[in-house]
């Protein structure tokens, strides 16, 4: 895994902007209504191609393939393994729930929109197993032949896989005895993925929101140490998930969930540091940008990276189209950097996807681009002022 050896080096969480007509497809599928899949693998590759072109002409370095092949950051995977079907409901955020008047607000906004994901998700409802490697390996198959095309591709290429505490969390058991049963089975499965996509040459990001997410979810009414035995049991079951690969080759991303909303029932970052520090990865991507979590980089001082480990420094707001000023991007990245202690090992990124789930995002397209524009010149102004250009 890259550091920022010679300037602040670029990335982003994942997720980019799909095409309508890809999305539309996705938002058919999930509905269960019939599709053409060839259609959606013909736009699924040539989406991949662009989302390549643009970071590349928006200067990111550390890219990936915006997720275009996906329908969502985890609920693809219903498409990968055995043991989904049903739905279930899951309850409201705990912020969400407190407001009346947002709660309304934001099921308006949701019904403006076609959506490929809604309250209803699929259950566990039978054993969880990987299915075939086959779609894996032509995603980061036609990953490389989009860098390939586009002259290049990045200084690092990465792809993201989901946590199994997201897939536990959000697509409920409905088969295993205990959760622990149905947490080991999803390492077991997800460990092909992880595999797959490292072999193939890519970092791995490992998308993990539950370890922030899922206190003010299902762990809302619960006490906070039932929370950080979740987030403990979720750590170890990624760590057995990543028994054979080195954690230089990993990142893992943590946030609160990427949604606009009050936000005042997340869980500090200073309580849950200590745990997510147990990964056994090379970096972490966290959210510094947004206004709930921009003074929590201040924990990075208290609580150190290991000797080994970066900092994926979320810059960027991933939920408003304002496009944020080069200078400001330089100030948030030198404050990270203040307190890490070494700008060597920080990098510039976004607070989360733009896109996690295709039709959901909150950015128009083009200003998601003008947005990783500022934050390559944002990077630019900060490596001068911290020495490293």
Not at 260 to 268: A, F, I, L, S, T
Request: charged share 25%; aromatic share 8%.
């Amino acid at each position: 895994m890259l550091h920022s050896q010679n300037r602040i080096l670029t990335t982003h969480t994942g997720s980019l902007p799909r095409p309508a007509a890809l999305t539309e497809l996705y938002v058919r599928r999930a509905k269960g209504e019939p599709i053409d899949a060839a259609a959606m693998e013909t736009l699924g590759k040539a989406a991949t191609l662009d989302v390549v072109q643009k970071q590349i002409a928006a200067g990111i370095d550390i890219g990936n393939n915006g997720e275009q092949q996906r329908e969502a950051f985890f609920l693809y995977v219903r498409h990968r393994m055995s043991g989904f079907g049903g739905g279930w409901s899951r309850q409201p955020f705990g912020d969400v729930a407190r407001y009346a008047g947002f709660r309304s607000w934001l099921a308006a906004q949701d019904t403006s929109k076609s959506l490929s994901n809604t309250a209803d998700v699929p259950q566990a409802i039978g054993e969880v197993n990987y299915l075939d490697t086959a779609m894996v390996e032509a995603e980061c198959t036609d990953f490389r032949t989009a860098m390939d095309a586009a002259g290049g591709g990045f200084t690092e290429p990465f792809m993201t896989a989901p946590s199994p505490g997201i897939i536990a969390s959000a697509m409920q058991n409905a088969w295993y005895d205990t959760e622990d049963a149905y947490l080991a089975a999803l390492g077991k499965a997800l460990q092909v993925e992880y595999e797959t996509i490292v072999r193939h040459g890519y970092i791995l990001q490992i998308d993990a929101p539950d370890l922030a997410l899922e206190r003010h979810i299902t762990y809302q009414d619960r006490p906070l140490a039932e929370f950080v035995d979740f987030a403990e049991r979720v750590v170890g079951t990624i760590n057995d998930a990543l028994v054979n690969i080195p954690r230089n080759r990993v990142r893992m991303h943590v946030c609160w969930g990427n949604y606009e909303g009050p936000h005042d029932c997340d869980v500090d970052l200073h309580d849950i540091l200590p745990t997510i520090q147990k990964t056994k990865v090379g970096g972490l991507v966290l959210p510094f940008a947004n206004p709930r979590h921009a003074h929590e980089h201040r924990c990075l001082a208290d609580m150190k990276l290991a000797d080994d480990q970066v900092i994926i420094a979320g810059v960027i707001d991933s939920l408003t189209n304002f496009v944020e000023h080069p200078e400001v991007v330089a100030e948030r990245i030198e404050r990270v950097a203040q307190s890490v202690g070494d700008p060597s090992r920080v990098l510039a990124g976004t607070d989360c996807g733009f896109d996690t789930s295709a039709g959901r995002g909150r950015v128009a397209d083009d200003v998601v681009w003008a947005k990783l524009a500022a934050l390559s010149e944002g990077a630019r102004i900060a490596s001068v002022r911290l020495g490293l250009k």
